[in-house]
């Protein structure tokens, strides 16, 4: 996942060619084809890979399974891009704590997910 939060990157994904700009993000699934084609001087944000359990261990209603479906571009709105970078920061915090507890880790990424699928 490429979330921007400043600048933008240019990341092509099988044959399409995105811009994702602050406020926006791009979800790439397991197996496609990718690459960084271009990246902004002050390009400033979120790249995070995962593994497919994060996703299917999140308790999924009938209505969120599109987010797999639909496209994988995804421009948020002011309030949950506040929400989500803030989950972001607290996350990296997390991470590069000495005792972090990676349960902590996976329960703030599996809510940024799922902040981002019931969009």
Known sequence: MIFVTKGFVKQQLETSVFEINANESLNIKKGNFTATLELSADVEGFFVVYKNEIITDIALNKNDLSFFYTSPFLILNAVSFDWIVRAFILLKEELLTGYRIMEICVA???????KIIRL
Request: hydrophobic share 85%; charged share 0%; aromatic share 14%.
């Open 108 to 114: 703030l990424f599996q809510a940024i997910l799922l």
